[in-house]
Each structure stands twice: as C-alpha cells, then as structure tokens.
C-alpha cells in the first residue's frame, strides 16, 4: 500500500512516500480502506519532533480516519466488510493515517454519519472528539451558560462553537475580522476581531462586567494566562494546548476558577454523540482545503505557515 511515512523529524521535506505492507487485522480489530484523513496542529508536532520518545522512527503518522472496512479480526461484532466508519487512530500508538490501509481496534471505531463525505468525515473526528471532551465532559458546560472560544475559525474553533450551541450557551469567539462572517455561520452569537479590540474588555463590557463561564482556550501562551481576566467567579477554563504552566494566574486564584487541560481519549461513544449531532444539523464540519496522499508535505506547510487563510480544517483525499 502507499503511506507517507516520517524518516525523520523536521520540516514537511521529512516525509516521504513509500510503498509499505498492508497491515493485517489482529483479533477485536478491523482493517479499513482509508478513504480520507484531514492535517491537525498535532500532526506537524510530532513531524517536528515534539514528542521524540512517543514516536519511533520511521513512522507513519495522522490522526483521522474515514473509509470502508476491508476485513475484521477473531471475534470482531461490531463491523463488517462494507461497513463505512470513521474514527481517530490511537494517539502515539501504531501507525497512524497518512495510508491507504489502516487498522484500528473495533472499540475506537464507530459508523460513519451518512450525510458526511470522507472528506468532512475525517475532517471531524478528532476535533470533534477533542471539542466534546473538553466542552461536554470536562467544562461541563450548561444551558444558558456564556463560553468563549479562542480560535472560532480554526479546525477546533469551528466545531466547538456548533457543539456549545447545541447544548445551549451564548458563543462568544476571537476570530481575525476576515473570519468574522464566517464563525458567526457557525453559530457565535458575538464576534470579537482581537487585532483591533481587547477580547477581555469586550466581553466584560457585554457581561456587564460578569465575565464567561466557560473559556475554551485553542491558541496557549498569553491566551491561556489571560484567560481569567474575562472569566466570570467560579468559572471554567479548558485548555487543548501542550505548554507548560502558565505564570501570572493569580486572578484565576480570586476567581476560583478551575482548570482543565485535555488530551482527547478515543472511544465509539464520543463518536455516536457527534454522529447525532450531525443527523440533526446541529453540527457540520467545514473543509477549507483538500490536497492528496502524495500532498501531505505541502498541506502540513500550509497549517503550519501563519494567516494559512484556511477556514477550518484540512482534507486529505486518499482514495482517488
């Protein structure tokens, strides 16, 4: 089968495409044709070598599946053979998505919306597995609670915006003002351009001084330091950055205010939820861009290169 496969951690040059086996489905696994994967901010951390010991060389890699089940292992129930699925491979464990073939065990694995191409399929497992975490599960946000989404337009941003809608907040999101109609499609209620205003002081002035009850931080760094400076007392901040303790978060300690910091776990039942969510129309992923197989080394220059203009999330066509 084709894969592109990291030789060695660095730039988008460090990929190759290779021909490799095809892997074989162990008991409780399945094998599936991998129609499409999409390019996270996490595929081009661990291609730069964020995270060298988790990640042996050489290594095929990415972190979204979409396509149709091939074979099943011993005492496989859940699928079968024409099944179309999708899902997010375990994360630093086995090979990973930029492949034509791909195996996954069956308890990671869930049915395919069927409203959704691959393409918007693979677009939306991981961000969508990570939103759900972080929103549902950790911030445990509520009806008629405010939540701010750093990031509204990004491959994250744009799906949590759609999910804290379903469960019922009012959407504020920090978007560049380019973006500013698009995150108010995705549902925001209030957009902020933070190039040309201060989000904190926007979203105090709106809450009447309040401040959000949840703050969803995409972006790390200040974002996250300044986090408590638009939170409201007892409020949440959920962060999906890897970086080290941030300094300065004292007003968080005035505030009482709780952190969480996510690393999305795989499960069917996180995928079953989305896949409701997206029979009702409440969720739709966006695809901003779509390259090949063989293009992954330039979608990943892409992502990475700053005012990308991509609106949502990257696409990777693998079957023709």
Same mark, same amino acid.
């Given at each position: ?11 988008p040059e ?134 701010? #989404?750093?990031?509204?337009? +990004? @491959? ?7 999910? %804290?809608? !379903?469960?019922?907040? $009012? =959407? ?21 351009d933070y ?11 709106m809450t ?6 949840? #703050?969803?931080?995409?972006? +790390? @760094? ?7 400076? %638009?939170? !409201?007392?007892?409020? $949440? =901040? ?63 220059? $892409? ?18």
């Amino acid at each position: 089968m084709k894969s592109i496969v990291l030789k060695a951690f660095g730039g988008p040059e460090s990929f190759e495409l290779r021909d490799v086996p095809t892997p074989v489905p162990n008991p409780g696994q399945v094998l599936v044709r991998v129609h499409a994967t999409s390019i996270n901010p996490l595929d081009y951390q661990v291609r730069r070598g964020d995270y060298p010991d988790l990640v042996p060389l050489p290594a095929i890699t990415g972190h979204d599946v979409s396509g149709v089940v091939e074979e099943v292992g011993a005492g496989v129930t859940a699928f079968a053979p024409g099944d179309e699925v999708w899902y997010t491979p375990q994360i630093f464990e086995g090979s990973g998505s930029y492949a034509e073939y791909h195996v996954a065990s069956e308890s990671i694995v869930g049915m395919k919306p069927p409203s959704l191409s691959h393409l918007k399929a693979a677009s939306l497992t991981l961000v969508g597995g990570t939103a759900w975490e972080a929103l549902v599960v950790r911030a445990a946000l509520r009806v008629g609670e405010d939540i701010l #989404v750093h990031g509204g337009a +990004g @491959g994250v941003g744009h799906v949590a915006i759609q999910l %804290a809608k !379903a469960m019922g907040a $009012r =959407v504020f999101t920090t978007v560049r003002a380019a973006n500013a109609e698009f995150a108010r499609a995705m549902g925001a209620d209030v957009v902020i351009d933070y190039e040309s205003e201060d989000y904190a002081d926007a979203i105090m002035r709106m809450t009447g001084g309040r401040g959000v009850d949840v #703050v969803f931080d995409t972006i +790390g @760094g200040a974002t996250l330091s300044r986090s408590p400076d %638009a939170l !409201a007392q007892l409020g $949440r =901040v959920v962060s999906i950055v890897d970086i080290a303790q941030p300094q300065g978060l004292l007003q968080a300690w005035g505030k009482n205010a709780s952190y969480h910091f996510v690393f999305t776990r795989q499960n069917r039942g996180k995928l079953d939820e989305l896949s409701a969510l997206v029979a009702r129309g409440q969720l739709r992923p966006h695809v901003g861009a779509v390259y090949t197989l063989a293009d992954v080394p330039l979608a990943h220059a $892409r992502l990475e290169s700053p005012n990308n203009g991509i609106r949502g999330k990257i696409a990777i066509a693998v079957a023709p």
